[in-house]
């Protein structure tokens, strides 16, 4: 146990130290993700300052569901960024060698490919954090500072397993790449907003089978103190998302053994 | 554009016939093979096209959504320029004149990595010609098959209806070629950085969230604020999606209308020649690593 730790740890060493060999091109990465998401962040300040809130929400707190969300995807891209591109793996019968090695073939592909360039993302989620508890109002209590990281794990578990389950449908399609883009990349537009902007069947859609909205939005309520706004609403659902997290990722977990156990190469 | 084409020899046997085409109308025929061509490659991926589209309608519903709540809710909704119903209608085309304009990095980038550049160098074509006319096939190709049935379902599930005055539609059309064109030359330009970066993907990063930003394809020109709205006028990407949805839907009409389409001209023209003084400087710079 502890050797293969060792093993992920150099294979994970190797990957960053494989990026940084190019630090000019790996800050200009980081520099356009900067005004990638600045942009992003833009598109919001202009409706805000022009209409002064979103449904109900300040530009602090929609500062604060922002940098909920992009933080935790910080987390998110650094651990399973790899995963976006497993159809390349699957194509090209890359998989193959990682199955005859004594080694977990999710590990591997993880750590081979440690995406460090969204250090971004925690430069601008946790500017949006700061600014958003400061312009929100956030009373910092213990059990909020303590529930933050758990939120955190949460969001990240509801991710990755949103990833992990993209990816295993390359086991039986082979080819995935846009249902990644729908699934991983524009499903999160969404949540950019308070999801009570949407129709009700759309906010039980992002509840119930892509919890996305456990993420950011049920969650803040409980930074936020605000009180419930939409259907669904029990005071009880803010403390939910570690809950979601876990059950999604051990889904998508079953979903990708499943899928290993019945692959067969594609060949070269 | 079309000076190298007739320097094309006839081939005798099956070829003749489109040979001879090509004699008869050297350059035409030649970039409307490149267009067809880029149709056809497009029919190639279904499920693409598929998801193409659910992600077109996606957005739509996203920003449908968001500008009924603001316009339901907001006190600061009341004595803006647009009513409830035209920023829906806004919303909706902004949405599919950009799927219809849907461009990737045109292929050039690769191309100058791969090496195969200089291929496209030493035929008898101009090489900003035939980039365009395939951009133009499959454009073509986005408009029929991705905006058409979008527009068609948002017709059906929205309260979205087309304008009745024709002028309308020819004020699109116009403002649509120039915004496409200035969209491309964007990109073109963009791509041609490749001859002296290796690595560009950032650059297209930031193209892409200045875009989203700047071209009005979610914010209209008129919303932001007073400080900064002559500056983002200026950037041509507002040329891009603002003009023709605003003078489809009717926001921009008249004189204003008028000056907005000739702005697009002036970046028409600007643009171009970029495009041609960057073109000659990237043929000087080319090193081609290894073949």
């Known amino acids: ?268 | 554009m079309s000076d190298h084409s007739s320097a094309m020899a006839p081939a005798p046997g099956a070829e003749a016939r489109l040979f001879l085409a090509i004699e008869r109308f050297p350059a035409l025929t030649l970039y409307l093979k490149f267009a067809l061509k880029a149709f056809q490659k497009q029919l190639a991926y279904k499920f693409e096209y598929f998801v193409g589209v659910a992600n077109g309608l996606l957005f739509i519903f996203i920003f449908t959504s968001l500008w009924k709540n603001i316009f339901d809710t907001s006190k600061a909704a009341a004595d803006i320029s647009f009513s409830r119903q035209g920023m829906i209608s806004y919303a909706v085309f902004a949405m599919i004149i950009r799927i219809s304009m849907s461009q990737d990095d045109l292929g050039v980038m690769g191309k100058v990595r791969s090496g195969q550049i200089a291929l496209d160098m030493i035929k008898p074509y101009n090489f900003f010609g035939a980039t365009l006319a395939e951009n133009i096939g499959g454009t073509m190709f986005h408009w029929f098959t991705r905006a058409m049935p979008i527009l068609a379902v948002c017709m059906i599930f929205t309260s979205v209806t087309m304008p009745r005055d024709p002028v309308n539609y020819l004020l699109l059309i116009l403002a649509w070629t120039l915004g496409y064109l200035i969209y491309f030359m964007v990109n073109f330009l963009f791509a041609l950085l490749a001859f002296w970066i290796v690595e560009t993907f950032s650059f297209q990063l930031m193209k892409y969230g200045m875009f989203t930003l700047f071209s009005g394809g979610i914010i209209p020109l008129d919303f932001f604020p007073d400080m900064v709205r002559p500056i983002v006028a200026w950037i041509p990407f507002m040329s891009v999606l603002y003009v023709p949805t605003a003078v489809f839907i009717g926001h921009l009409q008249g004189a204003q209308a008028a000056g907005f389409i000739l702005f697009q001209a002036g970046w028409v023209v600007a643009l171009g020649i970029c495009c041609a003084l960057t073109w000659r400087a990237a043929r000087k710079k080319l090193i081609i690593q290894g073949g």
């Open chain 1, 1 to 268: 146990m502890r050797e293969e730790a060792g093993i992920y740890l150099a294979m994970i060493v190797a990957s960053i130290r494989a990026k940084m060999e190019y630090k000019a091109s790996f800050l200009f990465l980081f520099v356009a993700l900067l005004v990638f998401y600045l942009a992003q962040v833009g598109v919001i300040v202009v409706v805000l300052t022009k209409f002064g809130d979103i449904a109900g929400w300040s530009l602090g707190e929609m500062a604060f569901l922002y940098g909920l969300m992009v933080f935790s995807q910080g987390i998110t891209t650094i651990l399973f960024g790899s995963l976006n591109d497993f159809e390349s793996q699957i194509i090209a019968g890359d998989f193959d060698r990682l199955l005859v090695r004594p080694l977990s073939p999710l590990m591997q592909i993880l750590a081979s490919n440690f995406e460090i360039s969204s250090i971004a993302h925690f430069f601008i989620g946790s500017t949006a954090l700061y600014y958003g508890s400061v312009g929100a109002g956030v009373e910092w209590t213990w059990q909020k500072a303590a529930y933050l990281p758990v939120v955190m794990t949460g969001a990240v578990l509801i991710q990755g397993g949103i990833r992990l389950s993209v990816a295993a449908v390359c086991f039986w399609t082979i080819r995935n790449r846009s249902l990644v883009h729908i699934v991983v990349y524009s499903s999160k537009e969404m949540i950019l907003y308070p999801i009570t902007i949407y129709h009700w069947g759309m906010q039980l859609f992002l509840t119930l089978l892509l919890p996305l909205a456990f993420i950011n939005f049920y969650p803040s309520h409980f930074f936020l103190a605000r009180s419930g706004s939409n259907l669904l609403f029990h005071p009880f659902i803010q403390y939910l998302s570690p809950l979601v997290g876990v059950t999604l990722f051990a889904g998508a977990y079953a979903l990708w053994r499943l899928g290993v156990s019945r692959y067969q190469s594609a060949g070269n």
